[in-house]
């Protein structure tokens, strides 16, 4: 199975500021079936991108996703008070799915 | 509008059994594959499986081949998630998705969750 290892496990920032989130795979993802969703305590996951670069629908555009094969990408340009959460990535590729560990961002 | 309704809280003791379940509406059932996603105490997300309702097609993640059964009944558009033995290592929390935009998709639409607790 595909192995997604997320870096880094916790990213101290504040708001306004940029947010970049890695998820490497043990193998190479094809057609980019490559997902990040977001969860908050208390809540269950959000897709936000998938495709690798789609953002989901309601997503709003400081929210992007990059990447391809093997390195894959989150990037939120200007952190909002409510995208402190844990995110997570998943490739649904190959059976099984499977997700990465996850990376917190929390305020600094 | 694509809602996802769980069954509520369980506590159990291990080795008995227990059926979870997860109720659609807003889509004609038959047409979207759901899956099951399990979250630990504190712990990341893991894909336990999948079924097409449409026809029952069934496939797991072989962590979980063999220690949880995926089934669905379209005649009450309703999924489940069912233990034959609980081990506390299952207290967790347990979420249904959909695959709306098809198999090979991520998951758009999630259940709010159903807290399993196992304990003597």
């Known amino acids: 199975e595909i192995v997604l290892t997320q870096s880094p496990g916790t990213l101290s920032l504040s708001p306004g500021e940029r947010a970049t989130l890695s998820c490497r795979a043990s193998?190479?993802?094809?057609?980019?079936?490559l997902a990040w969703y977001q969860q908050k305590p208390g809540q269950a996951p959000r897709l936000l991108i998938y495709?690798?670069?789609s953002r989901a629908t309601g997503i709003p555009d400081r929210f992007s996703g990059s990447g391809s094969g093997t390195d894959f990408t989150l990037t939120i340009s200007r952190l909002e008070p409510e995208d402190f959460a844990v995110y997570y990535c998943?490739?649904?590729?190959?059976?099984?799915?499977?997700f990465g560990q996850g990376s917190k961002v929390e305020i600094k | 509008e694509v809602q996802l309704v769980q069954s509520g809280a369980e506590v159990k003791k291990p080795g008995e059994s227990l059926k979870i379940s997860c109720k659609a509406s807003?889509?004609?059932?038959?047409?979207?594959?759901i899956g099951w996603v399990r979250q630990m105490p504190g712990k990341g997300l893991e894909w336990m499986g999948i079924?097409?309702?449409?026809?029952?097609?069934?496939r797991y993640s072989p962590s979980f081949q063999g220690q949880v059964i995926i089934s669905a009944d379209k005649s009450i558009s309703t999924a489940y998630l069912h233990w034959s033995s609980l081990k506390a290592s299952d207290t967790a929390m347990y979420y249904c998705?959909?695959?709306?935009?098809?198999?090979?998709?991520?998951?758009?639409?999630w259940g709010q969750g159903t807290l399993v607790t196992v304990s003597s």
């Open positions: 998705t959909t695959l709306a935009m098809g198999y090979n998709n991520p998951s758009d639409y």
């Open positions: 998943q490739q649904y590729d190959s059976s099984p799915r499977t």
């Open positions: 807003g889509y004609r059932f038959s047409d979207y594959w």
């Open positions: 495709g690798a670069s």
């Open positions: 193998q190479s993802v094809s057609n980019n079936y």
């Open positions: 079924i097409y309702p449409g026809d029952a097609d069934t």
